[in-house]
């Protein structure tokens, strides 16, 4: 179904509950933006994030949550630029009071370093691995959701 949608020209949200904790209190989201390292200029084209930006904002109105802003780079190097390009991205996407959280190392051994959260958003590939999609939910201890653009949507707009 996912392909599909991705074919027509659908974006495609992807929920994927824990069994324990649910949504929790919905007073936080995690929405995880891709390593672009080395290259962490700020261009109108953000690649396959637009959806999930829109609907990290929307959420976080309406439940009147924190929104925070996270990252993992490989290298020590690139902490600043991936600062940077966050905290330029919650500008350009008129996202007030956001954090950002850079993390050095990847999501598998350092998702201890990042926040707890209600939601984890998260880009979706065209053609997802459901079984990664159980263990992510199982890594953050919390609900996700799974955003895949249609391409006509845009955070910067």
């Known amino acids: ?10 974006g495609v949200l992807l929920f994927a509950d824990h069994p324990k904790a649910g949504l929790g209190r919905r007073k936080s989201i995690n929405l995880w933006i891709e390593d672009r390292s080395p290259d962490w200029d700020m261009t109108m084209e953000l690649g396959n994030m637009d959806l999930a930006i829109l609907i990290a904002y929307k959420l976080k109105r309406n439940w009147k949550a ?3 802003l996270i990252t993992f780079v490989e290298k ?9 390009y966050l905290t330029n991205l919650t500008e350009l ?20 370093e990042t926040p707890l959260s209600s939601l984890n958003i998260f880009s979706l590939s065209p053609e997802p691995d459901l079984a990664a999609v159980r263990r992510t939910v199982e890594k953050t201890q919390s609900a996700c959701l799974f955003a895949l653009d ?6 910067l707009a």
């Open 1 to 10: 179904m996912i392909k599909k949608a991705n074919e027509s020209g659908l």
């Open 76 to 84: 020590k190097e690139y902490v600043e630029a991936a600062q940077e």
């Open 150 to 155: 249609s391409g006509e949507e845009s955070a």
């Open 93 to 112: 996407a008129r996202i007030p009071n956001a954090r950002a959280y850079v993390v050095v190392g990847g999501m598998e051994g350092d998702i201890a």
């Open 66 to 68: 924190s929104l925070n």
